[in-house]
């Protein structure tokens, strides 16, 4: 089976807070995706993320939020200043194919964000 | 963009009966159309897909059905066991082909 590693799998913050949650796609895979559910709700796009720039984001992914792929291979998700309402379970996802029309979206396990 | 609606929000069967769970979506440039079981504290994992240019797909106990003009696509889950139990989500591709839409979820019971 792929691998997408996330880590951590649990973080809990305060209010304020920097948080950084981490991924490993599939390797050599060029599309990344976040996606964030808050418990009980829906899976909602956060951002994708094509050959090293952001390619598309939806309007929950505001100032407050940017990704990185500082070193080619992890790609970060992060949160400058979280509210409480940032708690949720975060998923980095990658695309078994080349692109989302051509197969599966593959999930990694998640992050699951508390803020206090 | 993409508007994906899905129900019902929760489904309760007897083991062994079917289930059916119905979404809909807005853009008929749509063409491709997963569906994924998510256990209780685990990731959404792909079950079965389907895309526009077929109408049903099957795959031992689970088939999908999509009508292109209606625009809606459905699940049936046949002779139902508890380890079905879990939440469904339904989705759709963007026109861009750059994400997927996904539906509310179903929490689907399964009574043994």
């Known amino acids: 089976e792929p691998e997408v590693t996330q880590t951590p799998s649990h973080q809990v913050t305060q209010m304020g807070q920097e948080v950084i949650l981490r991924c490993v796609p599939i390797?050599?895979?060029?599309?990344f995706y976040w996606y964030r559910q808050i418990l009980g709700q829906k899976v909602e796009f956060l951002v994708s993320?094509?050959?090293?720039?952001?390619?598309?984001k939806s309007e929950i992914f505001d100032d407050q939020f940017s990704v990185e792929r500082p070193d080619g291979s992890n790609f970060t998700l992060k949160i400058r200043s979280t509210k409480l309402e940032d708690s949720a379970m975060y998923f980095c996802?990658?695309?078994?194919?080349?692109?989302?029309?051509?197969?599966?979206?593959?999930f990694g396990e998640g992050s699951r964000l508390t803020v206090l | 963009g993409e508007n994906v609606e899905q129900h019902p929000s929760t489904l309760s069967v007897q083991e062994g009966d079917s289930a059916v769970i119905k979404c809909t979506y807005s853009?008929?440039?749509?063409?491709?159309f997963p569906w994924y079981k998510q256990e209780l504290g685990k990731r959404p994992q792909l079950i079965i897909d389907?895309?526009?240019?077929?109408g049903e797909k099957k795959d031992q106990r689970i088939a999908v059905t999509l009508n292109k003009t209606a625009k809606h696509f459905s699940l049936h889950i046949t002779e139902t066991q508890p380890e079905d139990s879990a939440v469904y989500f339904c989705?759709?591709?963007?026109?861009?082909?750059?994400?997927?839409?996904f539906g509310s979820g179903t929490k689907l019971n399964v009574k043994p």
């Open positions: 996802a990658s695309p078994l194919a080349g692109g989302l029309n051509t197969g599966e979206l593959f």
């Open positions: 390797s050599n895979h060029l599309y």
């Open positions: 993320f094509y050959n090293n720039e952001i390619s598309e």
């Open positions: 853009d008929s440039a749509s063409n491709y």
């Open positions: 389907i895309r526009s240019n077929v």
């Open positions: 989705a759709a591709i963007g026109y861009n082909f750059n994400k997927f839409y």
